[in-house]
């Protein structure tokens, strides 16, 4: 696990500054701090921080090609790089090492743009070809590694893993993407490719980049998607067998290391899951951590003991303190633009505490959307029998009258959302769903911005991320769409790239075996009733495992990586948040309607309203765009 970085000039071969590429590198020296090395010649400038897992002694980047005309910087693991350096040695390719990165070059020689369909794993990479004068950049299928670039006003790219890499450059545009405010409040984070800034983008998950120098940057191209093909299924058993198979094959590839290699376990279904496949393929008991909290409300320990006990694993695990809020401004640090998953704050912790034992941690990410694990799936699937039963025409007068008028209940169970189902009743599918996830509902962010601000915005709504991969959604099933719109916003944009920055602030790589290309490939395509059954969310995967865990584990209500937030902003919280919203930093941007700002904190801490999200949200995009002086 790696960091990279670069400057590719797009119309020449003008020399390149060796001191700021250094600075763009050293901004990443958490992501890697074995090593680090550059390359720089007339037109290009590669840089590399390395975390060293396989090959320890001979995998130094920038890598180079046995002729010289290729060199490759790359931040991830292809799990599948023996197979493939057997078949290119059978081409007659010659290796100087045992190590994947140099798999890359040899496959872009053999293969070009389509390289990447050979590879199975994590991966960011920058490969620059001497002869071909081209820079070809790619991003694994789902996104778990991540890629900034943009193109300077001099005709020069940059890239690198984290967006503070290119921030480093001091002729980065760093004018405010008024869209991404939107989709920020929208969703908690701003979704693929976007980011704050108008004119720097993430590749997205499944793409490649080909540069050539004296031609404009084209647009990305996608080379995976998830197909949503149905497959052949026998009899439940069978089903199960086979699942079975194929998460324990997905375990074992990512089971190789040359460091010390553990596993999360939270005590859910999807961490135990993994613990269990490891247990059973390894001699040595597996290494394990968990993350408590002085909350019970929060606290999971005791079921991923369940699971510690059952394996015999080395299980350590840590309480923390429920006010833990005093990673506010390293969280800013660490993500470099607006992100409001307040569960970064325990990720970082179980990262922190698993690097004092481990340097490659696998977790159960990627579970829920791949087996429609959330509750909200249920709620829509409910929903939806009643949209598919009434026309549009009907439903949005009736519902929508009554989404207005119902009082909303912040005191009330999660299980009671009256307010939001015939809000959501009073939409289409797609529609319905974003407002469901939405952390800020459309009225609100009407009433959040500022007239400047939503002139800027030009009309634009959240709900266009929807549309868009909704119109390119390879299957009509009303679940498997939703599962689809997820793992292409909230899976890479929300949970992949909390992991990805809370484990890389410590140096941890963590791996992923049930986002396995192949693995998915499979399960995305298997009946959606065999998904979500009988109100059970992850019932085949449930029926699978019944042999390797407890039920108490496969069947107790999920909980989730939560914090205290609307105790934190009433107490210890209570200064900053008026400091930072209702007195100075967003009140000065002329972004937000300050009347509105204040009736939000005003009634959040009357008690009158829990209004912890959004506030958590305006916090975050205080702390982390106050040095950029955005305003209007």
């Given at each position: 696990?790696?960091?990279?970085?670069?400057?590719?000039?797009?119309?020449?071969?003008?020399?390149?500054?060796?001191?700021?590429?250094?600075?763009?590198?050293?901004?990443?020296?958490?992501?890697?701090?074995?090593?680090?090395?550059?390359?720089?010649?007339?037109?290009?400038?590669?840089?590399?921080?390395?975390?060293?897992?396989?090959?320890?002694?001979?995998?130094?980047?920038?890598?180079?090609?046995?002729?010289?005309?290729?060199?490759?910087?790359?931040?991830?693991?292809?799990?599948?790089?023996?197979?493939?350096?057997?078949?290119?040695?059978?081409?007659?390719?010659?290796?100087?090492?045992?190590?994947?990165?140099?798999?890359?070059?040899?496959?872009?020689?053999?293969?070009?743009?389509?390289?990447?369909?050979?590879?199975?794993?994590?991966?960011?990479?920058?490969?620059?070809?001497?002869?071909?004068?081209?820079?070809?950049?790619?991003?694994?299928?789902?996104?778990?590694?991540?890629?900034?670039?943009?193109?300077?006003?001099?005709?020069?790219?940059?890239?690198?893993?984290?967006?503070?890499?290119?921030?480093?450059?001091?002729?980065?545009?760093?004018?405010?993407?008024?869209?991404?405010?939107?989709?920020?409040?929208?969703?908690?984070?701003?979704?693929?490719?976007?980011?704050?800034?108008?004119?720097?983008?993430?590749?997205?998950?499944?793409?490649?980049?080909?540069?050539?120098?004296?031609?404009?940057?084209?647009?990305?191209?996608?080379?995976?998607?998830?197909?949503?093909?149905?497959?052949?299924?026998?009899?439940?058993?069978?089903?199960?067998?086979?699942?079975?198979?194929?998460?324990?094959?997905?375990?074992?590839?990512?089971?190789?290391?040359?460091?010390?290699?553990?596993?999360?376990?939270?005590?859910?279904?999807?961490?135990?899951?993994?613990?269990?496949m490891m247990a059973g393929l390894q001699p040595d008991p597996v290494n394990t951590c968990?993350?408590?909290?002085?909350?019970?409300?929060?606290?999971?320990?005791?079921?991923?003991?369940?699971?510690?006990?059952?394996?015999?694993?080395?299980?350590?695990?840590?309480?923390?303190?429920?006010?833990?809020?005093?990673?506010?401004?390293?969280?800013?640090?660490?993500?470099?633009?607006?992100?409001?998953?307040?569960?970064?704050?325990?990720?970082?912790?179980?990262?922190?505490?698993?690097?004092?034992?481990?340097?490659?941690?696998?977790?159960?990410?990627?579970?829920?959307?791949?087996?429609?694990?959330?509750?909200?799936?249920?709620?829509?699937?409910?929903?939806?029998?009643?949209?598919?039963?009434?026309?549009?025409?009907?439903?949005?007068?009736?519902?929508?009258?009554?989404?207005?008028?119902?009082?909303?209940?912040?005191?009330?169970?999660?299980?009671?959302?009256?307010?939001?189902?015939?809000?959501?009743?009073?939409?289409?599918?797609?529609?319905?769903?974003?407002?469901?996830?939405?952390?800020?509902?459309?009225?609100?962010?009407?009433?959040?911005?500022?007239?400047?601000?939503?002139?800027?915005?030009?009309?634009?709504?959240?709900?266009?991320?929807?549309?868009?991969?909704?119109?390119?959604?390879?299957?009509?099933?009303?679940?498997?769409?939703?599962?689809?719109?997820?793992?292409?916003?909230?899976?890479?944009?929300?949970?992949?790239?909390?992991?990805?920055?809370?484990?890389?602030?410590?140096?941890?790589?963590?791996?992923?075996?049930?986002?396995?290309?192949?693995?998915?490939?499979?399960?995305?395509?298997?009946?959606?009733?065999?998904?979500?059954?009988?109100?059970?969310?992850?019932?085949?995967?449930?029926k699978t495992l019944e042999p390797h865990l407890p039920n108490d584990v496969l069947y107790?209500?999920?909980?989730?990586?939560?914090?205290?937030?609307?105790?934190?902003?009433?107490?210890?919280?209570?200064?900053?948040?008026?400091?930072?919203?209702?007195?100075?930093g967003l009140a000065e941007t002329g972004l937000f309607n300050q009347s509105y700002l204040?009736?939000?904190?005003?009634?959040?801490?009357?008690?009158?309203?829990?209004?912890?999200?959004?506030?958590?949200?305006?916090?975050?995009?205080?702390?982390?765009?106050?040095?950029?002086?955005?305003?209007?």
């Amino acid at each position: 696990m790696c960091g990279i970085a670069g400057i590719f000039d797009l119309t020449g071969r003008r020399e390149l500054d060796g001191d700021l590429l250094g600075a763009m590198n050293q901004s990443q020296f958490h992501r890697g701090p074995d090593e680090g090395g550059q390359h720089l010649e007339p037109g290009i400038a590669l840089a590399h921080r390395r975390l060293s897992i396989i090959d320890l002694s001979s995998g130094q980047q920038p890598m180079h090609s046995e002729d010289g005309n290729l060199c490759v910087v790359f931040n991830g693991e292809i799990y599948n790089f023996r197979t493939l350096s057997k078949q290119l040695i059978e081409k007659g390719y010659r290796f100087r090492t045992r190590c994947d990165t140099e798999v890359i070059l040899y496959a872009w020689q053999e293969w070009g743009e389509h390289c990447v369909d050979h590879f199975r794993g994590m991966f960011a990479f920058a490969l620059y070809d001497r002869r071909e004068q081209t820079l070809f950049l790619a991003r694994d299928r789902f996104g778990i590694k991540p890629l900034f670039y943009a193109v300077l006003p001099d005709n020069q790219l940059v890239f690198g893993s984290e967006l503070k890499v290119l921030k480093a450059h001091p002729l980065l545009p760093r004018a405010l993407n008024p869209q991404a405010v939107e989709d920020y409040f929208a969703l908690g984070y701003i979704p693929e490719p976007k980011t704050i800034y108008r004119d720097v983008y993430k590749l997205p998950p499944g793409h490649t980049l080909l540069i050539k120098r004296g031609q404009p940057v084209p647009r990305s191209v996608e080379y995976w998607d998830i197909p949503f093909s149905p497959v052949q299924t026998g009899s439940e058993e069978d089903t199960c067998r086979e699942l079975l198979e194929r998460m324990r094959e997905a375990v074992d590839v990512r089971m190789v290391a040359e460091v010390p290699l553990g596993a999360f376990l939270s005590g859910g279904v999807d961490s135990s899951a993994v613990v269990a496949m490891m247990a059973g393929l390894q001699p040595d008991p597996v290494n394990t951590c968990a993350i408590g909290f002085d909350v019970k409300q929060f606290n999971e320990t005791e079921f991923a003991r369940m699971v510690a006990e059952r394996y015999h694993t080395n299980h350590f695990e840590q309480t923390v303190d429920s006010d833990d809020f005093d990673l506010l401004d390293i969280l800013a640090s660490l993500y470099d633009e607006p992100y409001a998953d307040s569960s970064a704050i325990p990720t970082y912790r179980v990262c922190q505490l698993a690097k004092q034992r481990v340097t490659v941690a696998l977790s159960g990410d990627g579970g829920d959307e791949s087996f429609a694990g959330y509750r909200r799936y249920r709620w829509h699937m409910n929903e939806e029998k009643l949209r598919s039963s009434l026309p549009l025409g009907l439903r949005k007068p009736v519902f929508g009258a009554l989404g207005r008028v119902y009082p909303k209940a912040d005191w009330a169970p999660k299980v009671f959302r009256a307010k939001s189902t015939f809000q959501s009743l009073a939409r289409n599918s797609v529609e319905a769903y974003l407002h469901s996830v939405s952390l800020a509902k459309d009225d609100q962010r009407q009433r959040l911005f500022s007239d400047g601000l939503k002139k800027e915005i030009q009309g634009y709504q959240a709900i266009e991320v929807f549309k868009y991969y909704a119109d390119r959604s390879p299957t009509d099933d009303p679940l498997s769409l939703i599962q689809y719109l997820d793992m292409k916003t909230y899976l890479v944009g929300d949970i992949l790239t909390k992991v990805d920055r809370a484990s890389m602030a410590h140096a941890l790589e963590v791996r992923v075996p049930l986002l396995d290309h192949k693995l998915m490939e499979w399960v995305s395509g298997l009946p959606s009733g065999i998904k979500l059954k009988g109100g059970e969310g992850k019932y085949v995967l449930k029926k699978t495992l019944e042999p390797h865990l407890p039920n108490d584990v496969l069947y107790r209500p999920k909980m989730g990586f939560g914090v205290p937030l609307a105790n934190w902003f009433r107490g210890p919280l209570k200064s900053r948040l008026r400091s930072s919203i209702t007195e100075g930093g967003l009140a000065e941007t002329g972004l937000f309607n300050q009347s509105y700002l204040e009736q939000l904190v005003g009634q959040h801490l009357s008690g009158r309203r829990d209004h912890s999200a959004v506030l958590w949200s305006l916090l975050m995009f205080e702390a982390t765009t106050k040095n950029d002086h955005f305003g209007l």
